[in-house]
């Protein structure tokens, strides 16, 4: 994958549940907060699937991330999630694109599509 710095041109935000909340049961409730600096990034949508549950349809996005690698990005967990563009993503996985120099960090996540 030939990348290049002008190639990124989203921003995305990490974020990281600090597990502080509780609900009226005492049973933990995500409470995802903004985690290090915003990052450049592309997007590339992989799908985008429709499925109906219990008479209300869903459409879910499925999107790859690429970042620069960084010690920061390095730290990226499957248990985080991403902010972009107003949607909360989900990530589903990460890995190093093949480069020369391990210059790039993929993160594939999903959201719920608007609509």
Do not use: C, Y
Not at 3 to 15: E, F, H, K, T, Y
Not at 22 to 35: C, K, Y
Not at 42 to 56: L, P
């Amino acid at each position: 994958m030939g990348m290049n710095a002008g190639q990124l041109d989203r921003r995305i935000q990490v974020l990281r549940d600090t597990g502080t909340g509780t609900n009226g049961f005492n049973e933990p409730v995500p409470d995802w907060q903004p985690l290090g600096p915003l990052l450049a990034a592309t997007r590339r949508d992989v799908s985008d699937a429709e499925k109906a549950v219990a008479g209300h349809r869903s459409a879910t996005l499925v999107a790859r991330f690429v970042v620069r690698s960084t010690s920061f990005s390095r730290g990226i967990r499957r248990t985080d999630r991403l902010s972009h563009d107003g949607a909360e993503w989900e990530i589903a996985g990460i890995k190093e694109v093949p480069s020369p120099r391990r210059a790039f960090i993929e993160i594939t996540a999903k959201t719920e599509a608007p609509g």
